[in-house]
T-cell receptor, first 113, second 112 residues
Framework: EAAVTQSPRNKVAVTGGKVTLSCNQTNNHNNMYWYRQDTGHGLRLIHYSYGAGSTEKGDIPDGYKASRPSQENFSLILELATPSQTSVYFC????????????FGKGTRLTVV | GDSVTQMQGQVTLSEDDFLFINCTYSTTWYPTLFWYVQYPGEGPQLLLKVTTANNKGISRGFEATYDKRTTSFHLQKASVQESDSAVYYCVLGHNAGAKLTFGGGTRLTVRP
């Protein structure tokens, strides 16, 4: 069974602070993704990666950075958190191109106050 | 760029009712189309997948057919159960890159 683990599961951050969301996958998948989920918008792609050392901008990358130090780990970094970044964030992994299944973690609920 | 539209934000049915969720998409690539389902407290998970080669997918009583002419990919089920209550996402992918594009989601509530 594919396994994607996100940490923390819940986070409260202060405006202007730095936030790091972590994701680990044990599937040995090349591709990893970060999405945010907001009511009325579905899931929107922030950053993705094709493998260790690679990061690509998704559809809404502004205010976010990503880091892929290894095949297993993919982090999402908010250098200066803002209340508009309050959301639920999902990490996912997939074996190859966008015509194959991706596997999601359980999500991280981030509240920026 | 790619886009996916789900016009129905919410659908409320009674058990044994027929389900139909509308999805249309736009892309310049050969599409692979998915329906993902998300239960409370969980991440989305694959329900079914359809490619241009097979045109139709069936899983857990759900069926989706891809129509190239109308660029549509509707989800249907003959008889819903309360356990089908969830959010359903229409998703577009292709083999020209890793990106997946999600529709806005349809929240299905099935009353017992």
């Amino acid at each position: 069974e594919a396994a994607v683990t996100q940490s923390p599961r819940n986070k409260v951050a202060v405006t202007g602070g730095k936030v790091t969301l972590s994701c680990n996958q044990t599937n040995n998948h090349n591709n990893m993704y970060w999405y945010r989920q907001d009511t009325g918008h579905g899931l929107r792609l922030i950053h993705y990666s094709y493998g260790a050392g690679s990061t690509e901008k998704g559809d809404i990358p502004d205010g976010y950075k990503a880091s892929r130090p290894s095949q297993e780990n993919f982090s999402l970094i908010l250098e200066l958190a803002t209340p508009s970044q309050t959301s639920v964030y999902f990490c996912a992994s997939g074996e190859r191109e966008g015509d194959t299944e991706v596997f999601f973690g359980k999500g991280t609920r981030l509240t920026v106050v | 760029g790619d886009s996916v539209t789900q016009m129905q934000g919410q659908v409320t049915l009674s058990e044994d009712d027929f389900l139909f969720i509308n999805c249309t998409y736009s892309t310049t690539w050969y599409p692979t189309l998915f329906w993902y389902v998300q239960y409370p407290g969980e991440g989305p998970q694959l329900l079914l997948k359809v490619t241009t080669a097979n045109n139709k997918g069936i899983s857990r009583g759900f069926e989706a057919t891809y129509d190239k002419r109308t660029t549509s990919f509707h989800l249907q089920k003959a008889s819903v159960q309360e356990s089908d209550s969830a959010v359903y996402y229409c998703v577009l992918g292709h083999n020209a890159g890793a990106k997946l594009t999600f529709g806005g989601g349809t929240r299905l509530t099935v009353r017992p």
